[in-house]
């Protein structure tokens, strides 16, 4: 396995702890599995999921659909990118504002149905994003998702109210403890990092 614990565990080069035990991460947790025929599961990694980028702006004429034809997808989370969410009055006062939209859902070309809408208000200057999870369980496959605005597009620029459908994720539940697998799971604190760092273990092995 892992030798000395967390000062083989390296994050983009730097170990996560030195020779004198301090350490240069804070918040982090690892877990290890050396690949038994019966290992236990490791806590707190109840799903598998691949995300998909999309970055296109929903408009009213022009929804989006992604389209899921693997049949061992549990879920579809959504994930809708709102820019700026404003309106400003004449006076220059800034306030919040709103917009609607639906999902609908079509299993193996049979039509789409409405699965629910939505209206997101407030108020922000920045970047806001909201998730929804679309369940697929005891669907038929295919299965096609429609994201569509219901409210109309806004053509006045000082009512700011667009958003785009930013990605979607397929989501596996499982309860899976990869028996015959050496794995590693790691949770850390998102703002020690600008991105995932890269990960590498000094491990010693069994000559076979």
Do not use: C
């Amino acid at each position: 396995g892992v030798v000395d614990g967390l000062k083989g565990v390296f994050f983009n080069n730097t170990p996560v702890q030195n020779p004198d035990g301090s350490n240069n991460f804070s918040s982090v947790t690892i877990n290890f599995r050396t690949g038994t025929a019966s290992q236990s599961l490791i806590p707190g990694f109840d799903e598998a999921s691949q995300e998909t980028s999309v970055g296109v702006t929903v408009t009213k004429d022009a929804p989006q659909t992604i389209s899921i034809s693997e049949t061992d997808v549990d879920a579809v989370r959504l994930t809708i990118s709102v820019p700026q969410l404003q309106k400003i009055e004449d006076d220059g006062d800034i306030k919040g504002h709103k917009f609607e939209l639906a999902v609908d859902i079509q299993e193996n070309g049979g039509g789409f149905n409405n699965l629910f809408e939505n209206t997101v208000t407030g108020r922000t200057g920045d970047l806001y994003q909201r998730q929804y999870e679309v369940s697929l369980v005891g669907r038929t496959f295919p299965v096609d998702i429609k994201v569509r605005r219901v409210s109309s597009d806004s053509t006045d620029p000082k009512k700011i109210n667009a958003f785009s459908l930013a990605s979607f994720t397929k989501v596996t539940y499982t309860n899976n403890t990869y028996n015959n697998s050496a794995l590693a799971s790691i949770r850390v604190n998102a703002e020690q990092f600008s991105s995932v760092p890269t990960r590498m273990y000094r491990l010693r092995g069994v000559k076979v």
